[in-house]
């Protein structure tokens, strides 16, 4: 079983940063950042390999946000850059399924709002 807790959202001016980050416990394959808007669908925003480090990034965010991931302390982080009012959203920490018949794991969702 792998165990998620996001922390670090808030409100921030629009062009300012903010970096999010996921405690985890257990051990994951692969790690995401997530987030729903308000009237919106989850996207997914970021993704990272846990072991080899393999990143990639929605277009909406490449080149802003930067994913990364500490083995030793077991915490993933998400740089944000550049925020724009449309970054808003409650942004979620999930873990892909290990093997077959496993579901993904999701952390509770941090809240992060930009003003403009």
């Known amino acids: 079983q792998v165990k998620l807790v996001e922390s670090g959202g808030g409100l921030v001016q629009a062009g300012g940063s903010l970096r999010l980050s996921c405690a985890i416990s257990g051990l994951p394959l692969d790690l995401n950042w997530f987030r729903q808007a308000p009237g919106k669908e989850r996207e997914l925003v970021a993704s990272i390999w846990w072991d080899d480090g393999r990143t990639s990034y929605a277009a909406s965010v490449k080149g802003r946000f930067t994913i990364s991931r500490d083995k030793d302390d077991d915490m993933m982080y998400l740089q944000m850059n550049a925020l724009k009012p449309e970054d808003t959203a409650v942004y979620y920490c999930?873990?892909?399924?290990?093997?077959?018949?496993?579901?993904?794991?999701w952390g509770h969702g941090t809240q992060v709002t930009v003003s403009s």
């Open positions: 999930n873990a892909g399924p290990r093997g077959p018949g496993e579901s993904s794991y």
